[in-house]
């Protein structure tokens, strides 16, 4: 896999943004270099060290951090405080802490869905938006996911998924995995987080993968609570289409947008409706693609991307 390999961290911080959250915050790259901030899925998710090879680091100044409740930021899964609204202006403090005026947002799934919502609401800080797995997190998206819809084509996966569940609690899925993931019993709480990330991580890539953990991890348990708490919630906005609702908000921001034409875990669709609401975007479906950024034709294309912008 080609792109910016090898990137060596040049500061981190520790960022406290509430009475509760304490969020982990990396620099890499050009000290002086043009700011673009990576913003990571999930909800639950965390960056790695693959997050920054998208970014040549002798011309970007690169930003990455931890979201509330993941990865290196404290308190770990925790679902105090922890909104999408939260994370937007998390977004800001560090910006306004870096002393960076305006920057690239770089966000993929979940982080798509926050890049735009950031946008949305700091239009003037945003100098292009740079997206690729488009989750408009409509009830229709977490819906097809979680209940029905994804079900069809990897029915011998999502049967476990379903079968954890007891039979009479089997119409809502998500709430009766949030029952699971919030239960005083860490034992239910792992085995739920064990099923719910097993069952997401088979369908992020056109091949099934081969190597998922067997054993339930801490990012399984991250990345389970912090999505079931965000999608039962129906991400705490009060609007099932927000991002489309206020779209015109950002119809001036240069957006690119790069999607996996067999993406299963985020529809391509909504990656279409998204680019007909903006006249100022591009959208390239890459073929032989799925859900994650890493198969080689999606880390080509948001490479290419970037490097296209230092023009």
Not at 32 to 61: M, N, W
Not at 262 to 273: F, L, Q
Not at 284 to 293: C, I, K, Y
């Amino acid at each position: 896999m080609a792109g910016y390999k090898n990137q060596s961290v040049r500061e981190t911080h520790y960022l406290k943004v509430s009475d509760v959250h304490t969020l982990y915050v990396e620099e890499c790259g050009k000290f002086d270099g043009v700011p673009v901030v990576f913003l990571h899925g999930g909800p639950g998710s965390c960056i790695t060290e693959q997050a920054r090879t998208f970014f040549d680091p002798k011309y970007y100044r690169i930003i990455l951090f931890d979201q509330r409740g993941c990865g290196k930021s404290r308190p770990f899964a925790d679902l105090r405080d922890n909104t999408i609204f939260h994370l937007v202006e998390d977004i800001e403090k560090i910006r306004v802490f870096l002393g960076i005026d305006d920057w690239f947002v770089f966000g993929g799934s979940f982080g798509s869905t926050l890049a735009l919502t950031y946008a949305i609401h700091h239009p003037s800080k945003v100098k292009a938006l740079i997206l690729r797995g488009i989750f408009l997190a409509r009830r229709e998206d977490t819906q097809w996911l979680y209940q029905e819809g994804a079900s069809y084509l990897f029915p011998d996966v999502f049967e476990p998924f379903k079968n954890h569940i007891e039979e009479e609690k089997r119409d809502d899925l998500m709430r009766a995995y949030y029952e699971k993931l919030t239960s005083e019993d860490e034992t239910v709480r792992r085995e739920a987080a064990k099923q719910w990330s097993h069952w997401e991580r088979s369908i992020l890539t056109l091949l099934p993968p081969t190597d998922l953990p067997t054993e339930c991890t801490e990012d399984d348990v991250s990345l389970a609570r912090l999505e079931c708490h965000y999608f039962v919630n129906e991400m705490h906005w009060n609007e099932d289409n927000y991002i489309l609702n206020h779209i015109d908000s950002i119809k001036q921001i240069p957006t690119y947008i790069v999607h996996g034409r067999y993406d299963v875990d985020c529809r391509p669709i909504g990656a279409y409706k998204l680019h007909s609401a903006l006249e100022h975007s591009t959208l390239t479906f890459v073929d032989a693609a799925g859900h994650s950024p890493y198969e080689p034709g999606m880390f080509k294309k948001l490479v290419d991307t970037m490097d296209e912008l230092k023009k």
